[in-house]
C-alpha cells in the first residue's frame, strides 16, 4: 500500500500554476490579508487615537480604501473594536473597544450614533456622509479624510503587484502590473479600487479558461 508519505501529492496539479500562483490574486481576501496587503500609512493616527477625545472619519464612495484603512487600524490597535454595519436593519450591537471602528456609520440608527457618541473612546467612522457635526456636538476633536483622491496610478501599481506576489505558488516569475497598465486601469475605473480589482479577477479567469501561458 502506498501511504502519503512515500508519494506526496504535487501541488503543481493547481489551475493556477501554469502562471506561477496557488490562486486568482483578485479573489475575495479576508480580512486579516486586506489589512496586512494594505498600502496606507496609520502610524499617525494611531498616535492620534491615544487622545480619548478625538474620532477619525474617512469619507468616500465605495470600493476607494476606505474599509481597508479600517482593518489596517484595527490589526495595529489591539484593544479597537470593528463593527461593519449592514444596509438592511436591525443594526448590530456596536462592540466595545477603545477605541471603536465603526464601518459604513452612515447607517447608523439616531439611537445607536447616540451611544457611541456617548462612550467617551476615540472613535473612527467609514461613511459616506460627513458626520463632523454630531461629533463635534459631542466633544470631539474631528479628524476627516476623504478617501479616494489619493488613488494615484502608483499607488494601485503597488497594491495591486502586492495582491499578486501573496499569491505566489513557487519562486520564479509570476504576472507583474506595469505603471502603464496601472494608468490605464484608473483612466478607466477613476479611483474605485474594488471596480479594479473586480475586473482583473474576471481578465484572470478569462486568461485561466482559455488555457492562458501566463501573460496577464
Known amino acids: 500500500m502506498i501511504t502519503p508519505d512515500d ?41 492620534m487615537l491615544g487622545d480619548s477625545r478625538q474620532a477619525v472619519q474617512f469619507i468616500g464612495q465605495c470600493g476607494r480604501g476606505k474599509t481597508t484603512r479600517m482593518l489596517k487600524l484595527r490589526s495595529n490597535l489591539p484593544t479597537s473594536s470593528y463593527t461593519y454595519i449592514p444596509e438592511q436593519p436591525p443594526c448590530p450591537a456596536i462592540a466595545s473597544g477603545n477605541p471603536i471602528l465603526i464601518d459604513e456609520a452612515q447607517r447608523l440608527s439616531r439611537s445607536a450614533l447616540e451611544s457611541v457618541l456617548r462612550s467617551k473612546c476615540p472613535l473612527v467612522f467609514a461613511t459616506h ?37 501573496a499569491s505566489r505558488l513557487h519562486s520564479g516569475d509570476i504576472p507583474v502590473l506595469s505603471m502603464e497598465d496601472a494608468e490605464s486601469l484608473v483612466a478607466e475605473f477613476g479611483s474605485d479600487i474594488r471596480g479594479i480589482e473586480n475586473s482583473l479577477y474576471l481578465r484572470f479567469q478569462k486568461s485561466l479558461e482559455g488555457g492562458g501561458d501566463g501573460e496577464m
Request: charged share 30%; net charge positive.
Open 129 to 165: 456622509k460627513d458626520l463632523g457635526r454630531s461629533l463635534r456636538k459631542h466633544g470631539y476633536r474631528v479628524h476627516t479624510e476623504h478617501i479616494g483622491k489619493g488613488n494615484s496610478p502608483k499607488l494601485i501599481c503597488e497594491l495591486l503587484n502586492r495582491r499578486i506576489e
Open 7 to 47: 508519494n506526496p501529492p504535487s501541488i503543481d496539479w493547481l489551475p493556477w500554476a501554469r502562471f506561477n500562483l496557488h490562486r486568482n490574486p483578485f479573489g475575495e481576501l479576508t480580512q486579516d490579508e486586506r489589512a496586512e496587503l494594505a498600502v496606507v500609512e496609520i502610524g499617525y493616527l494611531t498616535e
